[in-house]
């Protein structure tokens, strides 16, 4: 493929909002879409790509609206569609690309096909767009498997019959063998691209077909486990435990993924491009969502848990790459989500900092969660505040997520900074003064700029410039074990993960680092400890 004709999607840079937790433009405390339009000159000013936003959609908001109660419509507290499409536009018209997640493993129990289902009662048509089973002879559930948010997998309804939801009880599965969901779900995407997106995140895109649904699963404590990222388990014992499950990652679901395709690709130039998120191993299964007639890309998690170790990170870097590259795809990086503890909290500022230099001058698209930039860590929030349904179903063992989704701080010097003028959703405290967009972004030495100083440089000498060639690290040359390089066209990047300065032998014009003032002399440059530089030969 010729430079120019590469898609934007190829390697591009993914911002992703929250919405409910990004600007708030009416008071009520909660972000909105207006709120995300009216700020997206600050987007821009990233030097991003393109937009991924968490679900706006009707919803009773029990699982931060991954929980679909109308597919096609906005929630009245993030407006409608009239500020959707307005949003769109806004964004087209700065050369920014959207993309909106569907969720189409499971709808809220809110959904009128649920409602439906209940009042119709056992072995009707509308109770077969769901996973509705009878109760076993001792008025147990169907089967034994335990829901990703804790508890059993199954609720049962007011005549006996329970039906399967892989989360919040509130979020009933659909089944995907009911050719109705499908033309259903079909509608759905269209209606988003008629309305101007330019693609989708594909939420739980592995789950959507189920096997054996009404056999015990050998050790569903076990697979309970090995799904969770903040458990720590034998990697053999959880390599076991994930290589087949009956619920993720089925054959069946790359039928669906084929279908859609052709409907993509009916959008002709728009270039509509899909990211799914799909756990699944092993990790070569990954490559299976982005054959040439399937998806456009798929999340690649490893970067979310992984310690800041040259070892691991090399592992994992390298081994992504060669992965996507034999199905002719390009990995993508993620160092936080909605999901997951922000990586300054789980691995420190600098550290932080040095990582995301790192990832962002790799080939494949980089997606950047709304905050990252800001270097923001986790909110702190006491128990009595918590909303995410992990907590509640755990019983307070898990703590959940909401510590990722504490809205940004925008301006001023006391909370809830310019996010809202009333109460925000999360709790903010004034310890985030240093960290407004407001402050930062005159401050040469922020995490903003160096991330709006990266993303330009990205631009100008790494995107499209080929593959990478270990200079050092592990397994390459090793000289420094806390030291990982590659070049990449007429760059190199040098990144230090020890506590020690390190001397190289290189000469080229430094372009930007992430802590430290570079020393260099004699054809010898000397890399800060815990940072990243980028050179340009
Ligand atoms: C993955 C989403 O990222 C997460 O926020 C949500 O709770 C689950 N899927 C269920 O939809
Ligand atoms: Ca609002």
Request: no cysteine; net charge negative; charged share 25%.
């Given at each position: 493929?010729?430079?120019?004709?590469?898609?934007?999607?190829?390697?591009?840079?993914?911002?992703?909002?929250?919405?409910?937790?990004?600007?708030?433009?009416?008071?009520?405390?909660?972000?909105?879409?207006?709120?995300?339009?009216?700020?997206?000159?600050?987007?821009?000013?990233?030097?991003?790509?393109?937009?991924?936003?968490?679900?706006?959609?009707?919803?009773?908001?029990?699982?931060?609206?991954?929980?679909?109660?109308?597919?096609?419509?906005?929630?009245?507290?993030?407006?409608?569609?009239?500020?959707?499409?307005?949003?769109?536009?806004?964004?087209?018209s700065?050369?920014?690309?959207?993309?909106v997640?569907?969720?189409?493993?499971?709808?809220?129990?809110?959904?009128?096909?649920?409602?439906?289902?209940?009042?119709?009662?056992?072995?009707?048509?509308?109770?077969?767009?769901?996973?509705?089973?009878?109760?076993?002879?001792?008025?147990?559930?169907?089967?034994?498997?335990?829901?990703?948010?804790?508890?059993?997998?199954?609720?049962?309804?007011?005549?006996?019959?329970?039906?399967l939801?892989?989360?919040?009880?509130?979020?009933?599965?659909?089944?995907?063998?009911?050719?109705?969901?499908?033309?259903d779900?079909?509608?759905?995407?269209?209606?988003?691209?008629?309305?101007?997106?330019?693609?989708?995140?594909?939420?739980?895109?592995?789950?959507?077909?189920?096997?054996?649904?009404?056999?015990?699963?050998?050790?569903?404590?076990?697979?309970?486990?090995?799904?969770?990222?903040?458990?720590?388990?034998?990697?053999?014992?959880?390599?076991?435990l994930?290589?087949?499950?009956?619920?993720?990652?089925?054959?069946?679901?790359?039928?669906?993924?084929?279908k859609?395709?052709?409907?993509?690709?009916?959008?002709?130039?728009?270039?509509?491009?899909?990211?799914?998120?799909?756990?699944?191993?092993?990790?070569?299964?990954?490559?299976?969502?982005?054959?040439?007639?399937?998806?456009?890309?798929?999340?690649?998690?490893?970067?979310?848990?992984?310690?800041?170790?040259?070892?691991?990170?090399?592992?994992v870097?390298?081994?992504?790459?060669e992965?996507?590259k034999?199905?002719?795809?390009?990995?993508?990086?993620?160092?936080?989500?909605?999901?997951?503890?922000?990586?300054?909290?789980?691995?420190?500022?600098?550290?932080?900092?040095?990582?995301?230099?790192?990832?962002?001058?790799?080939?494949?698209?980089a997606?950047?969660?709304?905050?990252?930039?800001?270097?923001?860590?986790?909110?702190?929030?006491?128990?009595e505040?918590?909303?995410?349904?992990?907590?509640?179903?755990?019983?307070?063992?898990?703590?959940?997520r909401?510590?990722?989704?504490?809205?940004?701080?925008?301006?001023?010097?006391?909370?809830?900074?310019?996010?809202?003028?009333?109460?925000?959703?999360?709790?903010?405290?004034?310890?985030?003064?240093?960290?407004?967009?407001?402050?930062?972004?005159?401050?040469?030495?922020?995490?903003?700029?160096?991330?709006?100083?990266?993303?330009?440089?990205?631009?100008?000498?790494?995107?499209?410039?080929?593959?990478?060639?270990?200079?050092?690290?592990?397994?390459?040359?090793?000289?420094?074990?806390?030291?990982l390089?590659?070049?990449?066209?007429?760059?190199?990047?040098?990144?230090?993960?020890?506590?020690?300065?390190?001397?190289?032998?290189?000469?080229?014009?430094?372009?930007?680092?992430?802590?430290?003032?570079?020393?260099?002399?004699d054809?010898?440059?000397?890399?800060?400890?815990?940072?990243?530089?980028?050179?340009?030969?």
């Amino acid at each position: 493929m010729s430079m120019n004709s590469s898609p934007w999607w190829k390697e591009a840079t993914i911002y992703q909002i929250y919405p409910r937790s990004f600007f708030d433009t009416n008071g009520d405390g909660e972000g909105d879409l207006p709120g995300v339009t009216s700020k997206l000159e600050y987007v821009k000013s990233l030097g991003v790509d393109a937009i991924w936003l968490s679900p706006f959609y009707t919803s009773p908001n029990i699982d931060g609206g991954y929980d679909v109660a109308d597919p096609r419509d906005v929630d009245p507290r993030f407006g409608n569609l009239a500020d959707a499409k307005q949003m769109i536009d806004v964004a087209h018209s700065l050369d920014l690309r959207i993309l909106v997640d569907v969720v189409p493993n499971h709808f809220s129990d809110q959904h009128v096909w649920f409602q439906e289902a209940l009042k119709a009662g056992r072995g009707s048509s509308a109770r077969s767009r769901f996973h509705f089973y009878d109760a076993n002879p001792d008025g147990t559930p169907p089967n034994n498997w335990i829901s990703l948010f804790g508890g059993p997998s199954w609720m049962q309804v007011e005549d006996g019959q329970f039906y399967l939801h892989l989360f919040d009880s509130s979020q009933p599965d659909l089944n995907w063998d009911n050719e109705e969901v499908a033309t259903d779900y079909e509608k759905t995407l269209r209606f988003w691209l008629d309305l101007g997106v330019d693609g989708f995140r594909i939420d739980v895109a592995h789950g959507l077909v189920k096997e054996d649904v009404l056999k015990d699963h050998p050790n569903p404590q076990g697979l309970s486990d090995a799904l969770r990222l903040d458990m720590s388990m034998d990697s053999e014992k959880r390599y076991e435990l994930l290589s087949s499950v009956p619920y993720f990652d089925r054959q069946g679901v790359h039928e669906i993924y084929r279908k859609w395709r052709k409907i993509f690709d009916s959008y002709g130039d728009r270039d509509v491009m899909a990211v799914a998120e799909a756990w699944v191993h092993p990790p070569v299964n990954a490559t299976r969502y982005v054959r040439p007639d399937e998806l456009h890309q798929v999340f690649n998690f490893d970067l979310l848990d992984a310690p800041f170790n040259a070892e691991h990170l090399y592992d994992v870097v390298s081994r992504s790459i060669e992965l996507m590259k034999s199905v002719d795809a390009l990995p993508t990086w993620a160092l936080s989500n909605h999901d997951s503890p922000r990586v300054a909290s789980r691995l420190g500022d600098l550290q932080s900092r040095a990582l995301a230099l790192f990832v962002i001058a790799l080939p494949g698209s980089a997606y950047i969660f709304a905050g990252q930039e800001l270097g923001l860590p986790d909110g702190v929030i006491s128990d009595e505040f918590r909303q995410d349904p992990i907590y509640f179903r755990t019983n307070g063992l898990q703590k959940g997520r909401d510590g990722a989704r504490v809205p940004l701080p925008w301006d001023g010097d006391t909370a809830p900074f310019g996010f809202t003028s009333g109460k925000p959703w999360l709790p903010m405290h004034d310890s985030w003064k240093e960290l407004t967009i407001d402050k930062q972004s005159v401050d040469p030495k922020s995490s903003l700029n160096l991330y709006r100083n990266a993303l330009n440089l990205r631009a100008e000498h790494l995107v499209n410039n080929g593959e990478i060639k270990w200079l050092n690290s592990p397994h390459h040359g090793i000289k420094n074990p806390s030291l990982l390089a590659f070049s990449r066209g007429d760059m190199s990047v040098y990144m230090n993960l020890g506590e020690t300065a390190i001397e190289v032998e290189v000469t080229g014009k430094v372009l930007i680092v992430t802590a430290g003032i570079p020393d260099s002399r004699d054809g010898k440059l000397t890399i800060p400890p815990v940072s990243t530089m980028w050179i340009h030969h």
